[in-house]
């Protein structure tokens, strides 16, 4: 397995967890980078020489640019991350939505790109001090949401987005692909009919040619609906793999199961134990190359691993339904605006913010009195919200809700964790439902049909009320209960006190040991969310000492 590095012009690969290629060439062009392309045969066709024709997926991008430039690249259905060398120009190119990652550097030679983050750390004259700005975002989104990394010398591209790097060390951003709000007054009989058709071909254009397909199954509706369509849509066998926690935690395998045994596919479930999470929790952080604060990480790795051991090659999932077709932030979010007063957007954006319900309002007491003297110069963590949550693109306030979802937590968050995750087990994982061509879709249907009344997604849930138990569909959101307390204050314990007691944490000097202890020892009356903030706070400091960062 293998990722991409781009340093002084040069393209080479590198080891990781990543399926990168290249470099090819057309014409003066070189590129490297990692491509999965879903609609290749008919773009195939559109290339203007019929000589010579693409012989891999990167090929394909790189001649689609050469031929059209971003129109090219707008045209395609897939997922990438690609470097072009362009003269003494590179050029970074991130898919429309952000499946695959890609992070940029200069340094004393000149620009550098790579799908690792870690290979740009090691290269000489990268700045590679802690980020202070990014440590006050994932403390209050539990990831980071745009373009910073934790490093102060590091980005990430953004999706939909071609970045050109100039040798004079100008940056030229230009966008190739963004969704937009169209009115489309139909009937919801007409939306439903319209949406289904996009879903079959976007679970349809995911299927592995000739060969069976895993489907992670929660026995929520979104992926409930992808292991349906794959069902009725694969000519291969399709196998579910569902989660199960050695606690007494309530769990989804009856619902998991309810769809499995409806769609007549077998159901492989894993039964996660406290004591595996805490064997593999910093294995696990490592692989990110920016922390994700879900308790789902090491169980999502764990599944990825148990599909490759059964021969899958490519496992599907049903993320991108909450992001694209309404999540549980809308429903908070609907009710301050019928009660705000402030009619900035401003306000709206830290309404947003205390939605997440994180460490935000723990930052004056978690953080030393140094770390926030230095974000005393820092922009205001809403900044990357902002452009999401006004007029724009999107005129009704759930379409400006559900663009900024997926431009951040869809980008940065389940896209980012999904691919690395999956990539580190020798799978590919491919989510239907960001589709482009769903995600548009999804922003023509009127908002009323997505949240109606208190039932949200609801035009997705009628698209494919034929193909699952009523059950399911009708059920409300509930997500996946995981035992975080009671791992913290069993097996996950003498870790938990090691890594946040250690003293790479404490000359770092950016938690306050006092505050740390306390939260530990659960003083007082209960933190509220107290098991989700430590679980935070702990998966910072093993991805810091993973990438041995410092202040």
């Known amino acids: 397995m293998t990722r991409f590095l781009v340093s002084q012009g040069e393209p080479t690969l590198v080891d990781g967890p990543g399926v990168a290629t290249g470099p090819v060439r057309a014409g003066r062009l070189r590129a490297i980078g990692e491509a999965t392309v879903f609609n290749g045969d008919a773009l195939r066709r559109t290339l203007r020489t019929a000589v010579d024709p693409p012989s891999t997926d990167l090929d394909l991008v790189l001649r689609l640019y050469a031929d059209r430039g971003l129109r090219g690249i707008a045209d ?87 970045l050109r790097l100039h040798a004079d060390g100008r940056t030229s951003p230009e966008s190739f692909w963004e969704p937009v709000e169209v009115d489309d007054p139909g009937e919801p009989r007409h939306h439903a009919a319209q949406l289904r058709e996009r879903l079959e071909q976007a679970v349809v254009r995911r299927l592995p040619a000739s060969e069976p397909v895993g489907v992670l199954l929660s026995g929520g509706v979104d992926s409930s609906l992808v292991a349906a369509l794959a069902t009725k849509l694969h000519d291969h066998p399709v196998t579910s793999y569902s989660i199960a926690f050695d606690t007494d935690t309530p769990n989804e395998l009856g619902y998991s199961g309810m769809v499995a045994a409806h769609c007549h596919i077998d159901q492989q479930v894993l039964t996660v134990t406290g004591t595996a999470i805490a064997d593999r929790m910093a294995e696990t952080v490592a692989l990110l190359d920016c922390p994700v604060g879900d308790p789902l990480t090491v169980p999502n790795l764990m599944l990825a691993e148990a599909a490759a051991a059964q021969g899958h090659s490519v496992i599907l999932n049903g993320e991108g339904g909450d992001p694209v077709f309404g999540g549980p932030k809308n429903l908070p979010m609907l009710i301050f605006e019928l009660f705000r007063t402030d009619p900035s957007p401003q306000a709206r954006a830290t309404a947003y913010l205390d939605s997440y319900r994180k460490c935000l309002d723990d930052l004056p007491t978690l953080l030393t009195a140094d770390a926030l003297a230095g974000l005393e110069t820092t922009t205001p963590t809403i900044d990357v919200l902002l452009p999401y949550l006004q007029q724009g693109q999107m005129r009704s306030l759930l379409n400006q809700l559900l663009h900024v979802n997926l431009r951040t937590k869809g980008a940065h968050h389940i896209l980012t964790k999904v691919e690395r995750l999956t990539a580190a087990s020798g799978v590919e994982g491919r989510a239907p439902l960001f589709d482009r061509d769903v995600v548009d ?103 810091l000492q993973s990438f041995e960062v410092g202040r």
């Open 76 to 162: 395609i259905e897939g997922m990438f991350a690609v470097a072009i060398v362009d003269g003494d120009d590179l050029v970074v190119l991130r898919d429309h939505v952000g499946s695959r990652t890609l992070f940029y550097t200069r340094t004393a030679d000149g620009w550098a790109a790579s799908s690792s983050l870690r290979a740009l750390t090691r290269l000489t004259g990268c700045d590679t001090g802690l980020n202070l700005r990014a440590v006050q975002s994932f403390l209050t989104f539990a990831y980071l949401p745009g373009a910073e990394t934790f490093f102060r010398g590091i980005a990430e591209a953004l999706p939909g987005r071609s």
């Open 441 to 543: 879709y999804a922003f023509r249907i009127p908002p009323q049909q997505k949240f109606r009344g208190t039932s949200e997604k609801w035009i997705l849930k009628e698209a494919v009320r034929d193909l699952l138990p009523a059950t399911i569909v009708d059920r409300p959101k509930s997500g996946m209960r995981v035992p975080v307390q009671q791992w913290l204050d069993g097996p996950l314990s003498e870790l938990t006190n090691d890594v946040l007691g250690s003293r790479a944490a404490v000359d770092r000097a950016l938690l306050r040991p006092e505050t740390v202890r306390a939260w530990l020892r659960k003083d007082g009356a209960l933190l509220p969310r107290h098991g989700g903030k430590l679980w935070l706070v702990l998966t910072l400091e093993l991805w």
